[in-house]
């Protein structure tokens, strides 16, 4: 089966990002394709050199904060929605990341949120 969504997952803790590929290989079925990125400059990187339907965004990331990594991440991907977990993003985070574009935040380890988000960024009309 081709997927039908290719998933770009920016995650600096090897443990959450086997949590979310396994999540994804159970409700996905075949039908997103995570690609990994252990850090914000690798996700750059990939998203510079190919195009995704949503990126999955680390807010707590060893080498910047919140908000950069949303700017850099809707600069690089205007047209990428975003979903990220809200512990770490402030009012002014939060208002920034609506100005780059289409984005959700999510409970961080609450699956059931989690794929209900994704799905609705990924198979949902614009």
Same mark, same amino acid.
């Given at each position: 089966?081709?997927?039908?969504?290719?998933?770009?997952?920016?995650?600096?803790?090897?443990?959450?990002?086997?949590?979310?590929?396994?999540?994804?290989?159970?409700?996905?079925?075949?039908?997103?394709?995570?690609?990994?990125?252990?850090? @914000?400059?690798?996700?750059? !990187? #990939?998203?510079?050199? /190919?195009?995704?339907?949503?990126?999955?965004? *680390? %807010?707590? @990331?060893?080498?910047?904060? !919140? #908000?950069?990594?949303? /700017?850099?991440?809707?600069?690089?991907?205007? *047209? %990428?929605?975003?979903?990220?977990?809200? !512990?770490?993003?402030?009012?002014?985070?939060?208002?920034?990341?609506?100005?780059?574009?289409?984005?959700?935040?999510?409970?961080?380890?609450?699956?059931?949120?989690?794929?209900?988000?994704?799905?609705?960024?990924?198979?949902?009309?614009?």
């Amino acid at each position: 089966m081709i997927p039908e969504a290719e998933v770009l997952l920016i995650e600096d803790e090897e443990t959450d990002r086997l949590l979310v590929q396994e999540l994804v290989a159970i409700k996905g079925r075949g039908r997103v394709r995570v690609t990994e990125a252990p850090d @914000l400059a690798t996700g750059l !990187a #990939l998203l510079g050199s /190919r195009s995704f339907n949503l990126v999955l965004l *680390d %807010t707590k @990331l060893r080498e910047a904060s !919140a #908000l950069s990594a949303l /700017r850099a991440v809707g600069e690089c991907a205007p *047209d %990428t929605p975003i979903l990220t977990h809200p !512990a770490f993003l402030t009012v002014e985070t939060r208002q920034a990341a609506r100005q780059c574009g289409p984005w959700d935040v999510v409970e961080r380890g609450a699956l059931n949120p989690m794929w209900a988000a994704m799905s609705n960024l990924l198979f949902q009309p614009s």
